[in-house]
């Protein structure tokens, strides 16, 4: 049997729409061996809808399409899922599934791909490589996608651990396919720049450590003010946060969790009664795959 453990991931990091993404230590844990015929148990499932236990299960989506693209006959598993990460909550629920499944599979089967093409194979099934690469390499990661070829870049950031992250995560959830469609389909050329120039500016304060550039860095036009109509008391969260000495705050994925930056051991925001604050840290091993028994 193998146990493949896979770490939540914050996407976007306010300017970085679709392109950095972050892993951190809250994970979902997947056992799987063969079996005559399917069988499929979730042990454990955070707030979300309730996750399917037949072939709609994402996982087995993803292990089936694994079979499909290397030729071979899907046999039938047995799968253990124990979920930490919330469902449609912005952190990276979807990409642990498909990278879960990935290297699943590709034990179980024996073809031995690389981690490279696993990793490729994960940004073509989301789309989008921003939670797919930190779910699998830890850290921090930008990437960008041409002609479905994943580039990408692990960041060292060596001071990452001086940060605190606190996750602000409502009990209400948000699809990322909604709140795709509240973007618009154009953008001014202000809009643009001003967001090319933060996403630059972010990963050089990263990695050189220049955390007091991060409110600038991770300001946003291009998703952020058009999601937060979807996001009930986002705005005043935001103010209440950087009142309480946030270094920065952003929407986690497609939200609607928040999260803020903080290098404040005192930063205790007032949230809404319908939201819970969860303080993260970073994961800088992303999934690790072993032979373990449930």
């Not at 990091?13 to 015929?37: I, P, R």
């Not at 194979?121 to 797919?132: F, I, T, V, Y």
């Not at 952003?250 to 969860?278: I, K, M």
Request: with cysteine; charged share 20%.
């Amino acid at each position: 049997m193998f146990k493949i453990q896979t770490p939540a991931t914050a996407a976007n990091k306010g300017s970085c729409f679709d392109c950095v993404g972050m892993a951190f230590q809250l994970y979902n844990t997947l056992w799987l061996e063969t079996a005559e015929k399917p069988h499929i148990e979730v042990r454990r499932q955070e707030a979300g809808e309730a996750i399917p236990t037949d072939e709609n299960n994402l996982i087995y989506k993803t292990i089936r399409f694994f079979f499909e693209t290397i030729g071979r006959t899907m046999p039938g598993i047995h799968m253990i899922q124990e979920d930490q990460i919330p469902l449609t909550r912005g952190l990276g629920s979807s990409a642990a599934c498909v990278v879960s499944g990935l290297l699943g599979a590709n034990a179980l089967s024996g073809a031995q791909l690389s981690h490279e093409d696993l990793l490729q194979m994960a940004a073509r099934l989301e789309g989008h490589p921003d939670n797919a690469a930190p779910a699998f390499l830890g850290g921090v990661v930008v990437g960008a996608m041409e002609n479905g070829i994943l580039s990408y870049c692990r960041l060292e950031t060596p001071d990452l651990t001086k940060l605190r992250f606190a996750m602000m995560i409502p009990n209400f959830p948000l699809s990322t396919e909604m709140a795709r469609q509240t973007l618009p389909e154009m953008y001014s050329r202000e809009d643009a720049v001003y967001n090319a120039s933060r996403t630059a500016l972010l990963t050089a304060a990263l990695t050189s450590g220049r955390f007091d550039l991060l409110k600038t860095a991770m300001a946003d036009r291009l998703h952020q003010p058009y999601r937060q109509k979807m996001i009930p008391g986002m705005k005043e969260i935001i103010e209440e946060c950087e009142k309480s000495g946030a270094l920065s705050v952003f929407l986690s994925g497609a939200g609607p969790t928040l999260a803020a930056v903080t290098d404040n051991e005192n930063f205790a925001p007032e949230l809404p009664d319908n939201w819970t604050l969860r303080w993260l840290t970073p994961d800088m091993r992303g999934a690790v795959i072993t032979a373990e028994s449930y």
